[in-house]
């Protein structure tokens, strides 16, 4: 099942001989998206559909085969089974089986970078041309002063070249390019032709459950290339939309990005822990994937800073990473969920799900009775591989500010 020559035989004959015969060009969603040739798009799709293979289907068999064959032999060695992710942890790293799959897994992430950076840097000089080329709709503030939190500074989040922060030329926007191009490599095609299947999510949460609800003023906290950010201008075009982040390449993108689309968003670069903006200043404070690349320091500063700024009665909704808390009854899902912290940089991630959140949001002031750790659903359609919609539950956690 998770024997490494069939594993390797099929996961790259197979991959390799599909990508070739049904390859599909990457499309360009919008005009600053840098167009990759006809063999970077090869290599793309080819990355595409091992990480799907990797992720969709060898990942769910490891269930099964740790409870046929590495459960059994724990459990008849100890007369008892696994008490901890920690045990569960020691067995797996030792497992060839398991071992071939997170190498191969760990591989493909570092092989879907290698992938894009070729588009884009050869594609680099002129974007940065074409910045100053769409009609500026929106707005971006410049800190040349800030100091980026050391936590995104001293490893590359998600195996990411430089980060999302490094500038190595004036007017540099190569993180936030190779992060567009990358992220339906890494999702399988799945977070819509936009990339912004998390803030879709948020917004049909709030169509749902908060139906009378219609912010004027919105934050998205840890913007990134404002993928989460536009569909906020869009659903409430009169509204101003504000994107925060502190890595300059990828709002120089996200602005650009913006105008190339034709919507209106303003970016800033600031540290969410602490802004420049008024008390009071949002209905809607919101953020996607923000948290588990923070600290334990930043969380309950950022959490803070969401109701500093709010108005009484405002929301505050963050979408990150699942669950929110351990299991404690299955220490296989544990360790599986703690893939990413121990093999992709995600360091962070498995730590965030050890707080106690609730007490943070009450602590910061907001109403307990509002406080709600949930799920929220969104459509995504995959553009390849897979056929029709379905549904994604998302995490999500929300507070409301009380009114005064």
């Known amino acids: 099942m998770l024997k490494d020559s069939i594993f390797l035989l099929k996961a790259f004959i197979v991959l390799n001989y599909n990508c070739f015969l049904d390859s599909e060009m990457s499309k360009q969603k919008h005009s600053m998206q840098p167009k990759p040739s006809h063999d970077e798009s090869v290599r793309q799709d080819f990355v595409t559909d091992l990480r799907a293979y990797l992720t969709d289907e060898i990942y769910s068999l490891i269930t099964p085969y740790y409870e046929k064959k590495i459960e059994p032999d724990f459990i008849q060695a100890n007369e008892r089974k696994p008490e901890d992710k920690s045990e569960v942890k020691s067995l797996m790293l030792n497992d060839r089986g398991y071992q071939s799959w997170s190498l191969l897994q760990r591989l493909s992430q570092q092989m879907m970078f290698t992938s894009v950076i070729d588009t884009v840097e050869r594609n680099l000089d002129t974007m940065i041309d074409d910045l100053d080329n769409h009609q500026s709709i929106g707005s971006l503030d410049i800190d040349e002063s800030l100091d980026i939190p050391r936590y995104l500074t001293a490893y590359d989040i998600h195996q990411q070249p430089g980060g999302y922060h490094s500038e190595n030329i004036e007017k540099d926007i190569s993180a936030g390019a190779v992060y567009d191009i990358s992220l339906p490599i890494y999702s399988r095609n799945a977070m819509g032709e936009e990339n912004d299947l998390l803030a879709q999510a948020i917004i049909r949460y709030i169509d749902d459950h908060l139906k009378t609800f219609q912010p004027q003023e919105i934050m998205d906290m840890g913007c990134g290339i404002g993928n989460s950010t536009l569909p906020f201008s869009k659903k409430y ?26 919507i209106e968003a303003h970016f800033s670069q600031q540290n969410v822990e602490k802004t420049s903006y008024d008390p009071e200043s949002f209905d809607l404070v919101t953020s996607t994937l923000l948290l588990h690349e923070t600290s ?59 707080m106690n959140m609730r007490k943070i949001i009450e602590d910061a002031g907001f109403s307990s009775e509002t406080v709600e750790f949930t799920s929220a659903e969104a459509a995504a359609k995959y553009s390849k591989g897979y056929t029709g919609d379905f549904y994604l539950k998302l995490p999500v956690y929300l507070a409301q500010k009380p009114n005064n």
Do not use: T
Request: proline share 7%; aromatic share 10%; hydrophobic share 40%.
């Open 237 to 262: 075009p009169d509204s101003k939309v504000i994107g925060v982040d502190v890595a300059l390449p990828c709002l120089r993108y996200a602005h650009a990005r913006a105008n190339a689309l034709g």
């Open 296 to 354: 334990h320091d930043a969380v309950p500063k950022i959490i803070q800073e969401c109701f500093r700024l709010l108005k009484p009665g405002g929301w505050m909704i963050h979408l990150d990473v699942y669950p929110f808390h351990k299991k404690e009854d299955d220490p296989l899902y544990d360790f599986l969920k703690d893939w990413e912290v121990i093999n992709n940089n995600e360091n962070f991630s498995g730590a965030l799900r050890n």
